[in-house]
Antibody, heavy 122, light 107 residues
Framework: QVQLQESGPGLVKPSQTLSLTCTVS??????????WSWIRQPAGKGLEWIGR???????KYNPSLKSRVTISVDTSKNQFSLRLSSATAADTAVYYC??????????????WGQGTMVTVSS | SYDLTQPPSVSVSPGQTARITCSAD??????AYWYQQKPGQAPVLVIY???ERPSGIPERFSGSSSGTTVTLTISGVQAEDEAEYYC??????????FGGGTKLTVL
C-alpha cells in the first residue's frame, strides 16, 4: 500500500529556509485524485495545516504562513516538497506529510508519514 | 482566525461511552473529520465526512453532527482508545483547520 516518508535536515538556523521532502512509495503520486499536504505539530501542541499541492501543481496554503511557504511536486521522483523561508524558533515542530483522498474521504488525511522533527536554532 | 473548539480532556471508565465534541459556527457548511493520535505516532483518521468510518477502524467509533457541533462517540471504550483526538474542518477560505485536541483518559 501507499506509504509516505519525510526527509530533510533536523536542524535549521534562524532566518534560513526549512526544506523537507516527502517520498511516496507503493503508488504513483500522479495517479488517482489526491491532494498532498504538509502538517506540523510543535511539541506538546496541536496540529497545524501548512498547505497542499495537487498533482497538476496547483497549491493552497494556510493564510497565516502563505508569505513564507512554497510546496512543489516532482512527479519523476514521486516526491513533493516543502520550503518555509525565514525560519524562527516558532517553526520548531514535527512535520508530517499526508495524503488527502479527494474521491473517498474528501478532505480527510487517510495516509500520513511518520513525521520528522525539525529544530530551528543557532 | 477560525477556531474549532474541543474540550481539553474527557475521562471515562472502560466499557463506558466517550463523547468528544467540536464546535464552530461554520460546521454546518463543511464536513468534519476526526483523528486519533497516540504518543510518538502520526495521527490516524477515524471518521471522515462527519459520519463515515474508514476501513479498519472499529465499529465502536462513530461520528454525528448537529448544528454547529460535531461529536465523536466511542462506545464501549477500551484501554487502547486512550489518546489525543483532533477534529478538522474547513474555514471560509477553504483552508483546513484543526481543533485544539482532546485528551481521552481511560480510568
Amino acid at each position: 500500500q501507499v506509504q509516505l516518508q519525510e526527509s530533510g535536515p533536523g536542524l535549521v538556523k534562524p532566518s534560513q529556509t526549512l526544506s523537507l521532502t516527502c517520498t511516496v512509495s507503493g503508488g504513483s503520486i500522479s495517479s488517482g485524485d489526491y491532494y498532498w499536504s504538509w502538517i506540523r505539530q510543535p511539541a506538546g501542541k496541536g496540529l497545524e495545516w501548512i498547505g497542499r499541492i495537487y498533482t497538476s501543481g496547483s497549491t493552497k496554503y494556510n493564510p497565516s504562513l502563505k508569505s513564507r511557504v512554497t510546496i512543489s511536486v516532482d512527479t519523476s521522483k514521486n516526491q513533493f516538497s516543502l520550503r518555509l523561508s525565514s525560519a524562527t524558533a516558532a517553526d520548531t515542530a514535527v512535520y508530517y506529510c499526508a495524503r488527502e483522498d479527494v474521491a473517498v474521504t474528501a478532505g480527510g488525511f487517510d495516509i500520513w508519514g511518520q513525521g520528522t522533527m525539525v529544530t530551528v536554532s543557532s | 482566525s477560525y477556531d474549532l473548539t474541543q474540550p481539553p480532556s474527557v475521562s471515562v471508565s472502560p466499557g463506558q461511552t466517550a463523547r468528544i465534541t467540536c464546535s464552530a459556527d461554520a460546521l454546518p457548511k463543511h464536513f468534519a473529520y476526526w483523528y486519533q493520535q497516540k504518543p510518538g505516532q502520526a495521527p490516524v483518521l477515524v471518521i471522515y465526512k462527519d459520519i463515515e468510518r474508514p476501513s479498519g477502524i472499529p465499529e465502536r467509533f462513530s461520528g454525528s453532527s448537529s448544528g454547529t457541533t460535531v461529536t465523536l462517540t466511542i462506545s464501549g471504550v477500551q484501554a487502547e482508545d486512550e489518546a489525543e483526538y483532533y477534529c478538522q474542518s474547513a474555514d471560509s477560505s477553504g483552508s483546513w483547520v484543526f481543533g485544539g485536541g482532546t485528551k481521552l483518559t481511560v480510568l
